[in-house]
């Protein structure tokens, strides 16, 4: 049995207070029928990890080395002092802005893993490779490429999210979604073995909201998902939480 995992990716909102304030309305909402958390800035980490008891909080990105003349940047190491489980590494809106690649996106899932960090592994196509039927090839190898050299994928969370669903309003219907967390499996699975593909959770997003989460959360390949702007409000996310009962 796979435990579901939602997380809450706010990308760049929220300051540190008002990390703090949803967290103490949302934290005692969570329940054990799934892993719940957020994904904040980093700056809110800190005081994010000690107003949570029941929501996991998670980082949005790392550096692969471990201290140097890297500006800007924050290591692994310094993530894991204050206690940080979970980072989402290769977002699309990383890869498309600040140049992040399928390489270094590998070096970060190695460099956390080895740490006993979860990543949260983020893929997905564009719209013009969608629209190209290119969505499967470019996934297998996202996939290969990002997951080179893994020892245990099981401790790894994979997320699919096609890009021309992430702050669209247009999600994928659930077929395709499932169909895409399906190929994300069999990838694995030809990688890693059948066993393995079987433990490894596969998220979904792009415009998952309380409208939609429970016909995801109902399909075979999707464990769960990585919610951008209807995880920012505290009653939305509440609400996302009930649903996964
Ligand atoms: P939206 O839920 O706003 O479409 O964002 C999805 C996303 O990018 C989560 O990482």
Redesign the pocket.
């Known amino acids: 049995m796979r435990k579901p995992i939602i997380i809450g990716?706010w990308k760049m909102n929220k300051t540190v207070k008002e990390a703090v304030e949803f967290i103490e309305k949302v934290d005692g909402h969570v329940h054990d029928k799934a892993t719940f958390g957020v994904a904040t800035s980093f700056l809110a980490l800190d005081a994010s990890l000690k107003a949570a008891k029941n929501l996991v909080i998670s980082a949005q990105n790392c550096h692969y080395e471990t201290s140097g003349a890297f500006t800007g940047e924050v290591s692994v190491e310094m993530l894991e002092e204050l206690g940080v489980k979970y980072v989402i590494v290769g977002?699309s809106?990383r890869r498309e802005m600040f140049g992040d690649c399928d390489c270094s996106v590998n070096k970060k899932v190695l460099k956390l893993l080895s740490k006993g960090v979860t990543p949260i592994f983020?893929i997905g196509e564009t719209e013009a490779q969608f629209d190209a039927n290119e969505t499967e090839a470019v996934i297998r190898s996202q996939v290969s490429k990002g997951l080179k050299d893994v020892q245990d994928v099981t401790k790894v969370v994979i997320?699919y999210?096609p890009i021309w669903?992430?702050?669209?309003g247009k999600s994928a219907t659930k077929e395709i979604a499932n169909t895409c967390c399906g190929i994300v499996r069999d990838e694995v699975s030809k990688l890693f073995g059948a066993e393995a593909a079987e433990k490894v959770l596969i998220q979904y997003?792009?415009?998952?909201k309380p409208e939609n989460i429970e016909e995801y959360m109902a399909e075979e390949h999707i464990d769960g998902a990585?919610?951008?702007?209807?995880s920012l409000q505290a009653e939305s996310f509440i609400s996302i939480i009930e649903k996964v009962k």
């Open positions: 990716n977002h809106e983020c997320a999210e669903a992430i702050g669209t997003g792009g415009s998952v990585l919610i951008g702007g209807a």
